[in-house]
């Protein structure tokens, strides 16, 4: 039975989705090794049971393996019960390096489609900005898959509010992805105002004050 976990939206496009996510990222790589698959997987289903809709995952996450996961977990009925957000940006196979070139997102997008075994992904997210490429130009090319139905809505991870206001003009920015914490409270200066202009979503990443604590608290 589902939980009571409060709903929002997330921008102006019409995407709701629970107040409270789950991070997927930690279930596959960078604070260990891998956990157990159907530990993880029993992990997701309770999150969703308990009424957390909202997943997140990246193609970095792994890399790729914690999509895969993530779409294990969404047999069975689970995906239709849930708001997926998945990501692409930072390209394992050039070494790290950030891309956002057209080719290269669709690329990003129809893998991570065949990863997650879906047709089309909630929220896809450029997960750092590429400087080479105009921002303008890897947007279109999001805007393309919105329209294509490969993807609903769009999203960007640590952009600064030029980049935001840039991004926003072409396609509607539906959710930024950010570090705002008692650590890190500089993104108030200009870029939550900038999503409040754009009714943009801000989606609070709490990893660095998470991990710090660990370390005290050990």
């Known amino acids: 039975m589902a939980g009571t976990v409060k709903r929002i939206k997330l921008g102006s496009q019409g995407l709701e989705v629970s107040a409270q996510g789950l991070g997927c990222m930690a279930m596959s790589c960078l604070y260990g090794p891998p956990e157990p698959e159907p530990d993880m997987i029993a992990l997701i289903h309770h999150a969703i049971n308990s009424g957390i809709t909202l997943l997140d995952t990246s193609d970095i ?46 690329a990003c997008c129809e893998a991570s489609l065949k990863r997650l075994d879906i047709d089309c992904i909630d929220l896809y997210y450029q997960h750092r900005v590429d400087t080479k490429i105009p921002i303008e130009v890897t947007i279109g090319e999001l805007k393309k898959l919105v329209e294509e139905g490969k993807i609903k809505y769009i999203g960007l991870s640590e952009a600064c509010a030029a980049t935001i206001r840039r991004a926003h003009a072409v396609h509607p920015i539906t959710a930024v992805q950010l570090e705002w914490s008692l650590w890190s409270r500089d993104v108030e200066a200009e870029i939550v105002p900038t999503c409040s202009a754009c009714r943009s979503s801000k989606l609070k990443i709490w990893s660095i004050i998470k991990s710090y604590l660990s370390v005290l608290m050990k």
């Open 61 to 106: 996450y792994g890399p790729y393996t914690n999509e895969i996961l993530v779409g294990k977990a969404l047999k069975g009925g689970m995906r239709e019960r849930v708001e997926l957000a998945t990501k692409f940006g930072i390209s394992f196979a050039d070494g790290g390096k950030i891309r956002g070139d057209p080719a290269y997102v669709r």
